[in-house]
Structure formats: structure tokens, C-alpha cells
């Protein structure tokens, strides 16, 4: 997504110019964003550089994410929004979406599981292809391809079999 060469707070607003401050705040906060924030010296108004040049990928990632949330669609589309961000962060996020999606379809895109593993329903593209569906636990017992990147991302060590690399 597009940062602009404004605040912040004009960041987040964008596409609803009226938003109010605590709006903004409460979005800034779903999206793990508010603390870091307010620990800047001009907190909310502090202006970011030319494509938030200023800002980590993960927090122009989490930027991003409290715009998108300003808007309450009714369809979320997240497409590798926490890829730049650390796994606490990223389970943090997922706990504040949790609630803020409850009446909203929202579709994530995503090479991370453990962005995943809490869908209704998770689809396996491989090649433009639906290869597999189900929920996590569905497709763990299937045994195919997701069981196959679980086992690599996030199986422990010491369930993995003996001998194995």
C-alpha cells in the first residue's frame, strides 16, 4: 500500500478525512501500532518520509492495516500484511482482527501458518490451483501439501522423526 508525505494521522485517515482521534487511535491499536506512536516525539502528527521511507516495513505494514480498518468494509483482503513484522507482533494483530472481523469476511493471503491456522476455511493454491480445503485441522489429518509446509514452519523439533533433518 501507498504511504503519503503527511502525519501519521493523515496516513491512517486516509479515505476518511473526518475521522475522529479516538477512530484513528482505536485503529492505530488493532494494528499494534499505538504505542510506538505515541513514543514519537510529534506521536500522531509526526510526518513520514516519501513512501513512509521513515517507517520499518513492519510498521508501514501496520500503517496500512489501521487504514485499512478506518474504512470497516465489509470484505478485508490482507495479502502478506504481516509478513515484515515479528511472530508476537503478528499474534497480537491476529487477536485485535479477531475481534474487529467477527462480522466481516475477510480473506488472508499468506505463506505464514501461523497467520492462518484460525480460519473457517483454508484454501491451498499451488499453481492457480485449489489443491487442498479445509480447516487446519482438516488438512493436518489430510496429510498432503499444508501438512507438508506445517511440518516445516511450525511442527517442534522434537515431534519431527528421528533421524530427520
Not at 521511507?53 to 480498518?69: D, E, N, P
Not at 462480522?103 to 490451483?129: C, K, N, P, W, Y
Request: aromatic share 8%.
Amino acid at each position: 500500500a501507498f504511504l503519503f508525505t503527511t502525519s501519521i494521522e493523515n496516513n491512517i485517515a486516509y479515505g476518511n478525512p473526518w475521522a475522529r482521534e479516538t477512530r484513528i487511535g482505536q485503529a492505530a491499536e488493532y494494528a499494534q501500532l499505538h504505542n510506538y506512536i505515541i513514543g514519537l516525539p510529534a506521536g500522531y502528527t509526526t510526518v513520514v518520509g516519501e513512501r513512509g521511507a521513515s517507517l520499518s516495513g513492519g510498521q508501514r505494514q501496520r500503517l496500512t492495516i489501521a487504514r485499512s480498518l478506518m474504512l470497516r468494509p465489509s470484505v478485508l483482503v490482507f495479502d502478506h500484511s504481516t509478513a515484515a513484522v515479528d511472530a508476537g507482533t503478528e499474534q497480537r494483530i491476529r487477536a485485535a482482527m479477531k475481534r474487529f472481523a467477527r462480522d466481516r469476511v475477510t480473506l488472508i493471503i499468506s505463506h505464514r501458518l501461523s497467520s492462518l491456522m484460525h480460519a473457517d476455511q483454508i484454501l491451498f493454491v499451488e499453481g492457480g490451483r485449489i489443491v487442498e480445503r479445509g480447516t487446519h485441522e482438516e488438512l493436518l489429518a489430510l496429510g498432503g501439501r499444508y501438512r507438508a509446509l506445517y511440518d516445516l514452519q511450525l511442527r517442534p523439533d522434537d515431534d519431527r522423526l528421528e533421524g530427520a533433518a
